[in-house]
């Protein structure tokens, strides 16, 4: 059997665009509670880190079994530890691996990582090989040990199908009917110029792999994110993915405030869908296809802040409560008294201060 996801997701596919430090797996259970996005992608891992033995970046590879299609998202410099982390993604059981080519932060970018793959495509169309054969080798059963993955780290992934026996089901399923694991790359228009005929040109043309799909962010890293989303650049990569690529997914990104937004762009620029990212912050009705309209409630934002923070302390028990003060900050607005809410959630340490704070 080959099951590549991205052959048989409905379109218009509406997504949720990972964002380091927000999209976690509470807020990701949150967005499945309240509307399914159609894919939903993890923080990015730093490939380096994890392979080398930073277990506890494992966190950002948390997900739950309502999460279908879950992407992992991997970024990086060294092919060996592409190679390593897109095959810990295989055992932890995702559905596919998808490589950051997007970030402009200076951190990752000056290093060649990130956007910076976008200066350097020779580097960039390796890192595509390298995951590709680590997704491949892990249908064909190569063993964690013989791809030589410190032993500290399968222990890690063991405890993790300890605790999420979902994951494990997963992985074993996939070997099993030698399933196919997709391969993706989000990324940017260009680095200092728009560039994106040429850039996506290199990506469709790595040897010996198709890439599965495409999600174009259409800004350069040089804009990093000033000025508007170009849309008719992502329209023309659309127009160029399908000639060389027909089967290569391209999905636009940039600026979508809205569901409607988001169909009506599908439409206008002949995609095959968009991942929506800052629109989504304290607005999980976003992914809601029926009702677009609904009100949202005072009542509403406040149950979803409160099961927010109860998400976040069931999930990441350790992780220290203030990272859930920006949420509850994106939920509470637009209804009278939302900005001393505001001012008083800024001191909430647990789901019931919040509690306590609504009921005073
Ligand atoms: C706080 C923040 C963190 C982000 N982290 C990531 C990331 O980890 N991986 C990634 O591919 N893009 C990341 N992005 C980029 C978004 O996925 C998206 O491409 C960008 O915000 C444009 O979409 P939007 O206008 O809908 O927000 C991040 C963006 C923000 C604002």
Not at 28 to 51: C, H, K, S, W
Not at 110 to 119: H, N, P, Y
Request: hydrophobic letters at 40%.
């Amino acid at each position: 059997m080959n099951v590549n996801f991205w052959k048989t997701l409905p379109k218009p596919i509406i997504g949720l665009s990972p964002m380091d430090g927000v999209t976690d797996a509470p807020m990701r259970q949150m967005a499945q509670y309240i509307a399914r996005p159609d894919i939903t992608v993890t923080e990015f891992v730093n490939v380096e880190g994890l392979a080398r033995g930073a277990t506890q970046m494992l966190d950002d590879f948390i997900y739950f079994e309502n999460e279908t299609p879950i992407i992992a998202q991997i970024y990086g410099i060294e092919l060996e530890s592409f190679y390593k982390v897109a095959f810990i993604a295989c055992f932890l059981g995702f559905d596919g691996v998808d490589i950051n080519m997007g970030c402009p932060a200076k951190k990752v970018a000056l290093r060649g990582a990130g956007s910076g793959l976008i200066k350097d495509p020779k580097h960039a169309q390796e890192t595509i090989k390298s995951t590709r054969k680590a997704l491949d080798d892990f249908t064909n059963g190569k063993s964690m040990e013989e791809a030589e993955l410190r032993p500290k780290i399968i222990t890690a992934i063991e405890e993790m199908y300890v605790k999420y026996p979902h994951m494990k089901l997963r992985c074993d399923e996939n070997r099993k009917n030698k399933n196919y694991i997709p391969l993706s790359v989000k990324t940017r228009i260009g680095y200092d110029e728009e560039s994106v005929e040429d850039w996506v040109t290199q990506i469709l043309e790595t040897e010996g792999v198709t890439v599965d799909a495409i999600m174009l962010h259409g800004r350069t890293l040089r804009q990093k994110y000033l000025g508007l989303a170009d849309w008719n650049a992502i329209e023309r990569a659309g127009k160029i993915i399908k000639k060389l690529s027909p089967d290569t997914i391209i999905l636009g990104n940039g600026d979508i405030q809205s569901q409607t937004q988001a169909q009506e762009y599908v439409k206008k620029y002949e995609i095959d869908g968009v991942l929506i990212g800052r629109a989504t912050f304290g607005n999980p009705w976003i992914f809601n296809k029926k009702e677009e309209n609904i009100e949202i409630t005072e009542k509403m934002r406040k149950d979803a802040a409160l099961k927010h923070c109860e998400f976040f302390e069931e999930i990441l028990p350790h992780r220290q409560f203030f990272i859930m003060r920006k949420h509850l900050a994106w939920y509470m607005r637009e209804f009278a008294g939302s900005r001393e809410l505001r001012g008083k959630l800024m001191h909430a340490s647990s789901a019931q201060d919040v509690k306590d704070i609504f009921n005073s």
